[in-house]
């Protein structure tokens, strides 16, 4: 059975600080794909990254950047010099190679204030 | 059309009736996947299309709920005997093929048993 924890139900930062935002994972699949999802207060999930099982590195996109580690299980999403629009829900899933259907875990509320 | 079109936005029925969320995937996207997110929960997977058939419907909570799409278009999820468990956001997805390429979610439509 695949499951995704996100031990962290909210986070309140103050705007420029960093975040990092955990995600821990359990599957018995050898090949498997990791997302990062966010959810404004509108809504709609948003799509941020992809990453497949047998691709470790890390990969950095302007303020965000993502820490794959196999041997820990976990896939954590850090928010460098936050900003008030980062405020969401950010949501990190799991899905197997054979499959389609995305296993999220709960979702971590982040609150930046100014 | 740009993006996955979602109607209603917010449904407020009564228990007992019968309800149909309809979505509308963004143009060319074969694969199509309904999900549900209770509140203050992560997303629950309902069913999964390709094309017009559904590969995978083992997420339907119960024999109330039924989702259907025509062609490579529009899917309708209906829901018979409204019950309040049934209140959540459903949100519907899609992508180019049910390999990974990372879905594109629609706005939900918020329903409300009352």
């Known amino acids: 059975a695949q499951k995704v924890t996100q031990a962290q139900t909210e986070i309140s930062v103050v705007e420029k600080e960093d975040v990092t935002l955990d995600c821990v994972y359990e599957?018995?699949?050898?090949?498997?794909?990791l997302f990062w999802y966010k959810q404004p207060p509108s809504g709609e999930l948003v799509f941020l990254i992809r990453?497949?099982?047998?691709?470790?590195q890390n990969e950095i996109s302007g303020r965000y950047s993502w820490n794959f580690q196999k041997s820990t299980s976990s896939f954590n999403f850090t928010i460098t010099a936050s900003q008030v629009v980062d405020s969401a829900v950010y949501f990190c899933?799991?899905?197997?190679?054979?499959?389609?259907?995305?296993?999220f875990g709960k979702g971590t509320s982040l609150l930046v204030t100014p | 059309g740009a993006g996955v079109s979602q109607s209603p936005s917010n449904k407020v029925t009564e228990k007992g009736k019968d309800v149909e969320l309809r979505c509308d995937p963004i143009?060319?996207?074969?694969?199509l996947y309904w999900y549900r997110q209770r509140l203050g929960q992560g997303l629950e997977f309902l069913i999964y299309?390709?094309?017009?058939?559904?590969?995978?419907k083992s997420g339907l909570p119960s024999d109330r709920f039924s989702a259907e799409r025509t062609g490579e278009s529009v899917s309708t999820l209906t829901i018979q005997r409204t019950q309040q468990e049934d209140s959540a956001v459903y949100l519907c997805?899609?992508?180019?093929?049910?390999?990974?390429?990372?879905?594109?979610f629609g706005s939900g439509t918020r329903l409300t048993v009352v």
């Open positions: 997805a899609s992508s180019l093929a049910a390999t990974f390429h990372g879905y594109t």
């Open positions: 599957t018995r699949d050898t090949t498997y794909y």
């Open positions: 990453r497949i099982s047998f691709d470790e």
């Open positions: 899933a799991l899905s197997s190679n054979s499959g389609y259907a995305l296993n």
């Open positions: 143009s060319g996207h074969t694969a």
């Open positions: 299309f390709q094309g017009n058939s559904a590969p995978d």
